[in-house]
């Protein structure tokens, strides 16, 4: 399995915009899970989103209610739609991926959010 992150950029304070990750190996269907992390200078990387094979969604506190997460099987990704963003946002953004049968973890490269306070 192979994922493309996607559509990080600089937006300003009360802005928003919408993150994508692509399974660009292996098919969408035989993920656990998919999630969204990010990781902010000096700081440890934090599970922002994740949803599973059925649905269920979860989300850190600090985004929940401004970012939702969902998933388009037909197009083999996962997005990340991210509203109301403040400076606390700024992060190295990572989609990950669980394997259904082998539990094995998937890591997509980075895509950098910056919000301009």
């Known amino acids: 399995v192979q994922l493309q992150a996607s559509g990080g950029g600089l937006v300003q304070a009360g802005g928003c915009l919408k993150l994508s990750c692509v399974v660009t190996?292996?098919?969408?269907?035989?993920?656990?899970?998919m999630g969204w992390y990010r990781q902010a200078p000096g700081k440890q990387r934090e599970l922002v989103a994740v949803?599973?094979?059925?649905?269920?969604?979860n989300y850190a506190s600090s985004v929940s209610g401004r970012f939702t997460i969902f998933r388009d099987n037909a197009k083999n990704t996962m997005y990340l739609q991210m509203n109301s963003l403040n400076y606390e946002d700024t992060a190295v953004y990572y989609c990950?991926?669980?394997?259904?049968?082998?539990?094995?973890?998937?890591w997509g490269q980075g895509t950098e959010l910056t919000v301009s306070s």
């Open positions: 190996s292996g098919n969408i269907l035989i993920l656990k899970s």
């Open positions: 990950d991926a669980v394997q259904l049968y082998t539990g094995t973890n998937y």
């Open positions: 949803i599973t094979r059925d649905g269920s969604t």
